[in-house]
C-alpha cells in the first residue's frame, strides 16, 4: 500500500485524537479542581493534584504543599489529600500515626462528614457549573431570534428568489405570520402550500411589499450531523436535496418520509452544491429516539438537521434569560441521559446507544472539525455526562462515596474497612464491565 494514500487517514487519527485530550482534559480538569477548590475551603489538605496518571512530565509543590502535576497518559486525573491510602481513597493508617488532632482535622479520614461529603460532590456539581456557564455564554452569543422574524443570512439555492437580508416578514401565501416563539409556529408552516414558490409579504426600508421566495422548509442541510450516514457519505452543510431515488422533492419532510419508509435499504440522493449537481447514495440508520413524556421511537436517519432557508436575524438575549436556558439544556441533557439509560436497561431501546472511549473520540475530533463554537459546546455536553455519570451510586464513583457518607449518618460510624474493601472491588468491576462493553458498542455496533 503506498503510505502516502495513509497520510489523510494518519491526519485525522491525530486530529480526533488531539480533540479527545482537549475535551477529556477540560473535563477532569474542572471535575478534579472542584474536589481540590471544596476540599482546601473545608480544611482538608491536598498532597497531590494530577492531570494525566502513569509518569510525571512537570510538576511543582505550592506554598501548601500541594504538588501540581502533568502525567504521560492524559486518560483522567485525581486529588490525593492527606492521609489518603491512594488517589482512590481509603486510609493510610501509617501515615495519620502520630498526627496530633488539628493534624487529622485537615486530613480526609479525619475531617468531619459534611467536609468529606461536600469534597465529594464538589466534582460532579463543577461539571454541570461548567455546563452551565458555557451553555449560557453560547446563548448570548448565538442570540434569540428576532420579533418579528427577520431574515437574516440567506443560504444559496438552485431556485431564484427575491428576499434580502433585512426583510421582515409579514405574511406567507397571503397568511399572516404568528410570532416566531409562538406554539403553533411550526403547525402555520406545515399549514402552506407545498411549492417550489411562495409570495412573501414582507416590509423593506419601511415599505411593505409582496415579493417571490422558496418553499420556507426546502429540502437543505443546515448540519451534517457527526459520523452520521450523511456525514460519511459527503453531504456537507448548504446541500439542497433535489431528489430521492429518482424522485423531485421540495419539502423537507418528503426527504424525511422517505428515509424512514426505506427501512435502512440505500436511498439515492441528487444533491445540489455550488451551482453543481452531485449523486450520492447512502444507508439510513436505526435511530432509538427521544419523544415528549420520555418514550423513545425508533426510526431511520440520514443523519441531517433542516430548518428555514435562511437564518433569522437575531437579538442578544438578557443575562438572565441566557443562564435560564444554561440551567435548562444541562438539566435536559441529563433527564435524557437518565431515560436513555433506563430504556436500555428495560429493553426498549439498543445498547448500542451507549457509546465508549473510540465513539467519544471520534465524535470529539468530528465536532472540533465543525468549528470552536461546535466543539465547545460538545465539552459542555460531555461534562454533564461525566457529573451525572460520576453521581452513579457505585463504590468508587463519587456517588458510591455520598452513599458511604450517608450511611455513616444514619448509622454513626461508616462502614467496616472488610466491607468497604468488597464494595470497591464490586464497584471497580462494574465500572470495569460497563467500559468494555462500552468499547465493544463501539467496535461492533453499526
Known amino acids: 500500500m503506498d503510505i502516502v494514500t495513509l497520510l489523510p ?63 504521560l497518559l492524559p486518560l483522567g486525573g485525581y486529588v490525593k489529600f492527606k492521609g489518603d491510602a491512594n488517589p482512590s481513597g481509603g486510609t493510610d493508617e501509617e501515615a495519620i500515626q502520630g498526627l496530633t488532632a488539628a493534624e487529622r482535622r485537615r486530613t480526609m479520614s479525619g475531617a468531619p462528614l459534611w467536609a468529606r461529603s461536600a469534597t465529594v460532590a464538589a466534582g460532579p456539581v463543577f461539571n454541570f457549573v461548567l455546563s452551565i456557564i458555557v451553555f449560557t455564554a453560547i446563548f448570548m452569543a448565538r442570540g434569540v431570534t428576532s420579533e418579528p422574524l427577520t431574515v437574516g443570512e440567506i443560504y444559496d439555492l438552485p431556485s431564484q428568489q427575491e428576499l434580502q437580508a433585512g426583510d421582515e416578514i409579514v405574511a406567507i401565501a397571503g397568511e399572516p405570520l ?43 442541510a443546515t448540519q451534517v450531523l457527526p459520523l452520521s450516514a450523511a456525514s460519511e457519505a459527503g453531504l ?94 444541562t438539566g435536559e441533557i441529563i433527564r435524557g441521559s437518565l431515560s436513555g439509560l433506563w430504556h436500555m436497561l428495560t429493553g426498549a431501546i439498543s445498547t448500542c446507544n451507549l457509546s465508549g472511549p473510540i465513539g467519544i473520540a471520534e465524535t470529539s475530533g468530528a465536532m472540533a472539525s465543525q468549528g470552536t463554537q461546535s466543539f465547545i459546546w460538545f465539552i459542555a455536553v460531555l461534562s454533564t455526562a461525566v457529573g451525572l455519570l460520576n453521581l452513579f451510586p457505585v463504590p468508587v464513583l463519587d456517588g458510591g462515596h455520598l452513599c458511604f457518607h450517608a450511611y455513616e449518618a444514619l448509622r454513626g460510624r461508616p462502614p467496616s474497612d472488610r466491607a468497604l474493601k468488597v464494595l470497591m472491588s464490586i464497584g471497580v468491576t462494574l465500572v470495569l464491565g460497563l467500559m468494555v462493553f462500552a468499547l465493544t458498542n463501539d467496535i461492533f455496533c453499526p
Open 9 to 71: 487517514q494518519f491526519g485525522g487519527l491525530i486530529w480526533t485524537l488531539l480533540a479527545f485530550i482537549v475535551a477529556l482534559s477540560v473535563i477532569v480538569a474542572i471535575h478534579e479542581y472542584g474536589h481540590y477548590i471544596v476540599g482546601r475551603w473545608s480544611g482538608i489538605d491536598a498532597d497531590v493534584f494530577s492531570l494525566g496518571f502513569g509518569p510525571v512530565l512537570f510538576s511543582r509543590v505550592d506554598k501548601r504543599g500541594t504538588r501540581w502535576q502533568f502525567a
Open 178 to 220: 404568528p410570532p416566531f416563539e409562538d406554539a403553533g409556529f411550526d403547525e402555520y408552516l406545515d399549514s402552506l402550500p407545498v411549492q417550489e414558490t411562495l409570495e412573501y409579504t414582507i416590509i423593506r426600508d419601511g415599505t411593505e411589499m409582496v415579493v417571490q421566495g422558496p418553499y420556507v422548509h426546502v429540502p437543505l
Open 236 to 329: 456537507e452543510p448548504g446541500d439542497v436535496i433535489l431528489g430521492i431515488d429518482g424522485r423531485d422533492i421540495v419539502d423537507f419532510g418528503e426527504l424525511r418520509q422517505a428515509v424512514e419508509g426505506s427501512e435502512g435499504a440505500p436511498v439515492d440522493l441528487s444533491v445540489w452544491r455550488d451551482g453543481d449537481t452531485l449523486d450520492l447514495t447512502l444507508e439510513p440508520r436505526r435511530v432509538d429516539e427521544p419523544q415528549p413524556g420520555g418514550a423513545f421511537r425508533t426510526v431511520y436517519r440520514i443523519g441531517i438537521a433542516g430548518g428555514l432557508f435562511f437564518d433569522p436575524a437575531t437579538e442578544t438575549p438578557s443575562p438572565v434569560d441566557a443562564f435560564t436556558a444554561g440551567v435548562g439544556q
